[in-house]
T-cell receptor, first 116, second 113 residues
Framework: NAGVMQNPRHLVRRRGQEARLRCSPM?????VYWYRQLPEEGLKFMVY????????ESGMPKERFSAEFPKEGPSILRIQQVVRGDSAAYFC??????????????FGQGTRLTVV | GENVEQHPSTLSVQEGDSAVIKCTYS??????FPWYKQELGKRPQLIID?????GEKKDQRIAVTLNKTAKHFSLHITETQPEDSAVYFC????????????FGSGTQLTVLP
């Protein structure tokens, strides 16, 4: 099991460009969460997705940010028209379909987005 | 929504001493409290967790205590080693599991040799 895979690890975008961050959950996991970590801060919840469904997007900025988790393929966090304030580390985590004995969420290595 | 406060923000201890990090939470319905260790540039990794039906949990040199009445929980690391140096985050969840965690702001622990 390769764990939660995120790519790219580092992403540089100019202001106004689009950023696409990908997350492949662990095998057998159908729940995906995206968190944002600003420098020297804790992780902030952004969105919780299941396959083809957004369960909770209460942490997502209202504009420019969107997320999806299609039936096939990785989960995508998309940031349109990036601004300097979007520079952060974006972490994806996944968990099994139902909470059971092991309810740990496993984190990916993160994508470090730098907007120049 | 839930709010988690974490103290201290930085902590330096001598190797072999104990380290204690404290967190408070605001929503009395929170029922799952994990602690994560994050080394520089790496992913957060779960080191220990506790549920609201338990007051204390221990795993070798690491222990967590939970006071539901006061709405605070603490991480205790005994016999600290240089490799314990990292940022530690507490978190709370309403779901009974690691879904939709609210994180504290982190504690930079430095263990001095």
């Amino acid at each position: 099991n390769a764990g939660v895979m995120q790519n790219p690890r580092h992403l540089v975008r100019r202001r106004g460009q689009e950023a696409r961050l990908r997350c492949s959950p662990m095998k057998g996991h159908s729940h995906v969460y995206w968190y944002r970590q600003l420098p020297e801060e804790g992780l902030k919840f952004m969105v919780y997705l299941q396959k083809e469904n957004i369960i909770d997007e209460s942490g997502m900025p209202k504009e420019r940010f969107s997320a999806e988790f299609p039936k096939e393929g990785p989960s995508i966090l998309r940031i349109q028209q990036v601004v300097r304030g979007d520079s952060a580390a974006y972490f994806c985590a996944s968990s099994p379909p139902t909470p059971g004995k092991n309810t740990e969420a496993f984190f990916g290595q993160g994508t470090r987005l730098t907007v120049v | 929504g839930e709010n988690v406060e974490q103290h201290p923000s930085t902590l330096s201890v001598q190797e072999g001493d104990s380290a204690v990090i404290k967190c408070t939470y605001s929503d009395s319905a929170s029922n799952y409290f994990p602690w994560y260790k994050q080394e520089l540039g790496k992913r957060p990794q779960l080191i220990i967790d506790i549920r609201s039906n338990v007051g204390e949990k221990k795993d070798q040199r690491i222990a967590v205590t939970l006071n539901k009445t006061a709405k605070h929980f603490s991480l205790h690391i005994t016999e600290t080693q240089p490799e314990d140096s990292a940022v530690y985050f507490c978190a709370a969840s309403l779901s009974g599991s690691a879904r939709q965690l609210t994180f504290g702001s982190g504690t930079q622990l430095t263990v001095l040799p």
